[in-house]
């Protein structure tokens, strides 16, 4: 069983900074890309930022140049570095990986639950 469980979300006010992180953990063989994803209320979930196992990044436009996604393959860990945060990156964000189970399998893909973030005006 592999669970994602992330961490850091929280209320915070309009400028200020959080750090997400989010640990894999059960039978794991390795893990291919990670990302954060996010939603609002009303609104479809969307991709914020997305990172390969050699550290290729890909970002929202909302992203680029405030957030900054990295990753520890060590200790199965991705995180999002979120600065000059605004009203409207308050959402929940969601931890996303493509996990392989064992030397033969494919590549499936695993959620978190969630954590809310809060961006006070």
């Known amino acids: 069983q592999v669970q994602l469980v992330e961490s850091g979300g929280g209320l915070v006010q309009a400028g200020g900074s959080l750090r997400l992180s989010c640990v894999a953990s059960?039978?794991?063989?390795?893990?291919?890309?990670m990302g954060w994803y996010r939603q609002a209320p009303g609104k479809e979930r969307e991709l914020v930022a997305s990172i390969t196992p050699a550290s290729t990044t890909n970002y929202a436009d909302s992203a680029k140049g405030r957030f900054t996604i990295s990753r520890d393959n060590y200790k199965n860990t991705v995180y999002l570095q979120m600065t000059s945060l605004k009203p409207e990156d308050t959402a929940v964000y969601y931890c996303n990986a493509r996990i392989r189970l064992n030397s033969g399998s494919g590549l499936y893909e695993y959620w978190g639950q969630g954590t809310q973030v809060t961006v006070s005006s």
């Open positions: 059960g039978s794991i063989f390795s893990i291919g890309p």
